[in-house]
């Protein structure tokens, strides 16, 4: 009968460890302590287009290879225009 009482409480005891970790991951994370879009490569950096000035999520941006760096624009139709007006 003991033996089945200490099963039950490992158990319990894992049970909880799991829910805990389900509701409070930072409680359990071994990483560092960057915030996650850090971690990630910086997937939510703003970068400006180069035609209109506006901000755009870099990973919702249209990019292009420049001549020295690559270009993100807002829109396709923002790099087709930068394009036109780039043309002598």
Known sequence: ???IRL???V???????RILKTLFP???SRGS???PERERGAIN???QDP???MFVARK??????GEKEVLYFCSEECYQKYLSNKKP
């Not at 158990?11 to 460890?17: A, G, P």
């Not at 919702?60 to 290879?65: C, E, F, K, R, T």
């Open 60 to 65: 919702d941006a249209y990019a292009s290879q």
């Open 11 to 17: 158990l319990l005891f894992f049970l909880l460890v």
């Open 33 to 35: 302590h960057l915030p």
């Open 26 to 28: 930072s409680l359990f």
């Open 51 to 53: 035609h209109c000035g």
């Open 1 to 3: 009968m003991t033996i």
């Open 45 to 47: 950096e703003m970068v």
């Open 7 to 9: 099963i039950f409480i």
